[in-house]
């Protein structure tokens, strides 16, 4: 069983579009991250949900919009799409014991 | 706040012989570090973490650490590297209190046969 998964891995969308991103973990951890990866490798904190509350925002846009129906899910949903938004975005859980779960990350190109 | 260098982008080693990915950081208060591992296509991996005691961490796939708090140092080590280790490595800190993690920008290591 995979224990953070993300759908779709690819993305592949025009300019001005909407679109979202899912994740859930299977872990029963509280607090879920968004990362996004920039064509450098460039690992950057988007938001930090704990127990379905929004914790961390970090300077995001507000175009993006997470939501977390429950604990085990954190979906990122992103409106009217840039092509600087094209990025490799990774949701993580995060585990008592400081340690990190991510999925295998869903890559966005915004054409 | 808190921050992480990875002063390579790029560390090359051949197969056998030891390896060391370099890592400084800045943080206020006491730090909690960490490495991470990412292989193509794939999400970071966990591989090792320093929050207290020993200064030397022993990790996954026999990595190692050590923590130099007088260097603000917490270089990822292993004696003997694989082909299987190339991948990218990814070190990060955070502070004591409720913060998320920073990551450095990582360093491509190449190990060759």
């Known amino acids: 069983d995979t224990a953070v998964s993300q759908t779709p891995k690819y993305l592949v969308t025009q300019m001005g579009n909407d679109k979202s991103i899912k994740c859930e973990q299977n872990?029963?951890?509280?607090?879920m991250y968004w990362y996004k990866q920039d064509s450098k490798k460039f690992l950057k904190i988007m938001f930090s949900?704990?127990?379905?509350?929004?914790?961390i925002n970090e300077t995001v846009p507000n175009r993006f919009s997470p939501k977390s129906p429950d604990k085990a899910h954190l979906n990122l949903h992103i409106n009217s799409l840039e092509l600087g938004d094209s990025a490799v975005y990774f949701c993580a859980s995060f585990a008592p014991g400081e340690k990190l779960f991510f999925g295998s990350g869903t890559q966005l190109s915004v054409l | 706040a808190q921050s992480v260098a990875q002063p390579e982008d790029q560390v090359n080693v051949a197969e056998g012989n030891p390896l060391t990915v370099k890592c400084t950081y800045s943080?206020?208060?006491?730090?909690?570090l960490f490495w991470y591992v990412q292989y193509p296509n794939r999400g970071l991996q966990f591989l090792l973490k320093y929050i207290t005691g020993d200064n030397l961490v022993k990790g996954s796939y026999g990595f190692e650490a050590e923590f130099n708090k007088s260097q603000t140092s917490f270089h990822l080590k292993k004696p003997s590297a694989l082909v299987s280790d190339s991948a990218l490595y990814f070190c990060a800190v955070r502070d004591a209190g409720n913060t998320p993690l920073v990551f450095g920008k990582g360093t491509r290591l190449s190990v060759i046969a």
């Open positions: 949900y704990n127990n379905k509350e929004l914790i």
């Open positions: 943080v206020s208060g006491n730090p909690y």
């Open positions: 872990l029963g951890h509280d607090t």
